[in-house]
């Protein structure tokens, strides 16, 4: 084991970290978990403590730590090719491979696959070819872009404009002018108990038209959506979202772009989130599973319509100006390929499904009738408990009380992993797709003491 006492003093005095509150790190009043090995579901730190991950780092490593099949194609990449760019017509086996691999299980009306370094780059690819692709068609006023409020799409310029979670706004002179946001799909936070799920359904696609007729169908250019509320709660779409949006968006000719981030390769138990809820993307995005980050790799899967009008635009303009020095880097792309391959051979998108519901289940079972638990979703490899101060009157806790924050605390002390999600007390949970029916049920029972000990102590 690591015996350098000074990483922690490092960690404090020369990292600067994401996400993070900076003056409570930098005066040692939060932890610095430095982790070191992690094999299947489990992480341990330079202390010798070991976590059941039930949030697979930041919902990315889909096949679990460890496998050594891609720590070995990631090895001779670098010894054979560590590095050649994709500019100009320039490719690999290994990136080359992975794009016919995306392409093999991406939906049909797919065409190509623009391969960048994570979520919130391909993000900005994507905005970008949009705006392209209408200027291309003579459109040059339809530009805007529609997100949604709870919409996590990542934290650059245009991308953390897309989000629509105010942390990662303020402050930050975030959104841009070119962002709208609409209704948040989230039935349990709705304004008007009354409505059934269809009718608040139909309500956001109305809210929709409403803000497409206020700005003008002729300036915006595409709505931007997880296939299922990730970041913003992990929240499945209610009844009849996905069938009252789509076509709002086609009537006025309005691209949709999935946001396949979290949802893409199995976290649904299907290999993609669009075709599981009945999506018809124009483009996707798509990053974390696809390599299981292994290393860093995202993507943009352009579909057949798109792709035309950015070849004729070529022809007409000359070669795309858009392309990062590491976009498709051979590294990622043998990542992916032999991720890709284990994703398939150990059936790890039917585990997603299978144990995925089982999870889900047994979450619900062991907490949906306590007092202070408003709700447990979820769906595939992926679950949320949230939590009120009063199940009857849907009061939420006081933010500042930080009750999430504590029940996480209190559940990685029992040694368990979960994610208190950014906005709301959530308890969120990704595990790895290999999770096992045993591990799930220590999640389940971690989480349910956990619970226990911080509300009732408080
Ligand atoms: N899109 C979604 C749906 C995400 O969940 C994330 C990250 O969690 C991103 C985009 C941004 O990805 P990255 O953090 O790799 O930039």
Same mark, same amino acid.
């Given at each position: 084991m690591l015996t350098n006492d000074q990483l922690s003093k490092w960690d404090r005095d020369s990292f600067m970290h994401p996400s993070t509150h900076l003056a409570q790190h930098a005066r040692g009043e939060s932890p610095n978990r430095i982790v070191q090995t992690a094999s299947g579901c489990h992480i341990t730190d330079r202390d010798g403590n070991r976590f059941l991950d039930a949030f697979a780092g930041l919902y990315c490593v889909n096949i679990g730590y460890g496998r050594q099949e891609v720590a070995e194609a990631i090895a001779e990449q670098a010894r054979e090719l560590a590095y050649y760019h994709a500019y100009v017509g320039h490719g690999t086996e290994a990136s080359i491979t992975l794009a016919q691999m995306v392409m093999d299980r991406a939906p049909d009306h797919m065409s190509k696959v623009y391969f960048g370094l994570g979520g919130s780059d391909a993000n900005e690819t994507n905005i970008k070819l949009v705006w392209y692709y209408n200027n291309i068609r003579g459109l040059p006023q339809k530009k805007k872009i529609i997100s949604r409020w709870r919409g996590y799409h990542g934290s650059g310029l245009m991308s953390g404009s897309l989000t629509g979670l105010s942390l990662f706004h303020q402050k930050f %002179? @975030?959104? @841009? %002018?070119a962002v709208l946001h609409t209704t948040s799909p989230y039935y349990f936070r709705r304004d008007d108990l009354s409505l059934s799920e269809a009718e608040f359904s139909a309500k956001c696609a109305a809210d929709l038209e409403e803000l497409i007729a206020r700005e003008g169908a002729g300036t915006i250019a595409a709505f931007i959506a997880e296939p299922l509320l990730g970041t913003g709660g992990i929240v499945p779409p209610p009844a009849g979202y996905w069938e009252a949006i789509q076509p709002v968006l086609q009537k006025h000719d309005i691209l949709l772009i999935a946001d396949e981030v979290v949802t893409g390769f199995g976290r649904m138990g299907s290999m993609f989130g669009s075709p599981h809820y009945g999506i018809t993307p124009d483009i996707m995005t798509i990053a974390k599973g696809l390599t299981s980050a292994y290393a860093p790799l995202s993507g943009s899967i352009i579909s057949n319509k798109v792709w035309k009008v950015l070849e004729d635009g070529t022809d007409e303009f000359g070669p795309l100006g858009h392309g990062w020095t590491y976009s498709a880097h051979p590294i990622g792309a043998a990542a992916g390929v032999a991720n890709l391959k284990l994703l398939d051979s150990l059936n790890l998108v039917e585990n997603a499904r299978d144990t995925g519901a089982y999870f889900n289940q047994a979450m619900r079972t062991a907490l949906a009738e306590h007092a202070q638990v408003g709700e447990v979703r979820g769906d595939g490899m992926l679950c949320a408990v949230e939590l009120v101060e009063d199940r009857d009157t849907r009061t939420f806790f006081d933010p500042a009380k930080k009750i999430t924050p504590q029940i996480v605390a209190e559940m990685a002390r029992r040694g368990v992993i979960a994610r208190a999600m950014p906005q709301g007390d959530i308890i969120g949970y990704a595990p790895p797709l290999c999770l096992s029916r045993e591990e799930a049920d220590t999640v389940v029972s971690v989480t349910a003491e956990a619970i226990k000990e911080v509300l009732e102590r408080r």
């Open positions: %002179d @975030l959104p @841009l %002018d």
